[in-house]
C-alpha cells in the first residue's frame, strides 16, 4: 500500500491562480513527519518543509501555505498568486519514527504555471 | 549554508560496466543516504548508512549495489555491472542525527544513463 498519496499527477494553472496540491499519507506512527520538496526542472530536491504529527498549526510562509490534518490524513500544500518560477514537480514526503531512516515519497505533481 | 556535493552531475556508461557515484555529506552529518529516481517516477529509498556500516537497505539495492565511506568525507555508491534499468537520478542526503523529525539534506543528484 502507498504510504504518500498525490493523486494529482499534472496540474495547470495560469500565472496568479492560487493551486492546491494534495498529499493524503497512510502510518500506523502515532509520531511522525510530514515533508514538502520541489523538484525543478534542473533536478535537484528542495526542501520546503517539515511538519511533525504533534503540531496541527497551519504554516504560511509567503505565498506557501500548509494545511496539516490528522483527521483526514491529509497534508495539502497550496500556493497563492503563483507564478512561473513554481513550475516544477513537487513531492510530498513522510518519515515515521519508527522507521526513522527512510522517506517514503509520494509520486509528486507536476506543475506547470502558465505566463 | 552547508551543502551535500555530488560528482558527477551526470554519466554516461555502458550497459555492463561498473560506476561509482560520488557524494560529500555535510561535515557534522552522521547520517547518510541514497535514494534513486527513475525518469518521471516517485523518489524510492536505497540504502542508510551509519557508523560505516549499512543501517537499512531497501529491496532495490541487491547484491550489484555497494556503499562505502572511504575516508572522513566521501560516501560513495558502487553498482557493479549496471543494467539499463539503473538508468535513473541518483540523490545522496545525509542528516545530522538518525530520528525523523530531522530534515534530509540532498544533493543535486547524478543522473546515470546506461546505454
Known amino acids: 500500500a502507498q504510504k504518500v498519496t498525490q493523486a494529482q499527477t499534472e496540474i495547470s494553472v495560469v500565472e496568479k491562480e492560487d493551486v492546491t496540491l494534495d498529499c493524503v499519507y497512510e502510518t500506523r506512527d502515532t509520531t511522525y513527519y510530514l515533508f514538502w520538496y520541489k523538484q525543478p526542472p534542473s533536478g535537484e530536491l528542495v526542501f520546503l518543509i517539515r511538519?511533525?504529527?504533534?503540531?496541527?498549526q497551519n504554516e504560511i510562509s509567503g505565498r506557501y501555505s500548509w494545511n496539516f490534518q490528522k483527521s483526514t490524513s491529509s497534508f495539502n500544500f497550496t500556493i497563492t498568486a503563483s507564478q512561473v518560477v513554481d513550475s516544477a514537480v513537487y513531492f510530498c514526503?513522510?518519515?515515521?519514527?519508527?522507521?526513522?531512516?527512510?522517506?517514503?515519497f509520494g509520486t509528486g505533481t507536476s506543475l506547470t504555471v502558465i505566463p | 549554508e552547508p551543502e551535500v556535493t555530488q560528482t558527477p552531475s551526470h554519466q554516461v556508461t555502458q550497459m555492463g560496466q561498473e560506476v561509482i557515484l560520488r557524494c560529500v555529506p555535510i561535515?557534522?552529518?552522521?547520517?547518510f543516504y541514497w535514494y534513486r529516481q527513475i525518469l518521471g517516477q516517485k523518489v524510492e529509498f536505497l540504502v542508510s548508512f551509519y557508523n560505516n556500516e549499512i543501517s537499512e537497505k531497501s529491496e532495490i539495492f541487491d547484491d550489484q549495489f555497494s556503499v562505502e565511506r572511504p575516508d572522513g568525507s566521501n560516501f560513495t555508491l558502487k553498482i557493479r555491472s549496471t543494467k539499463l534499468e539503473d538508468s535513473a537520478m541518483y540523490f545522496c542526503a545525509s542528516k545530522v542525527g538518525g530520528a525523523s523529525n530531522y530534515g534530509y539534506t540532498f544533493g543535486s543528484g547524478t543522473r546515470l544513463t546506461v546505454v
Open positions: 561535515s557534522n552529518h552522521l547520517y
Open positions: 514526503a513522510l518519515s515515521e519514527a519508527n522507521t526513522g531512516n527512510q522517506f517514503y
Open positions: 511538519r511533525n504529527s504533534f503540531d496541527e
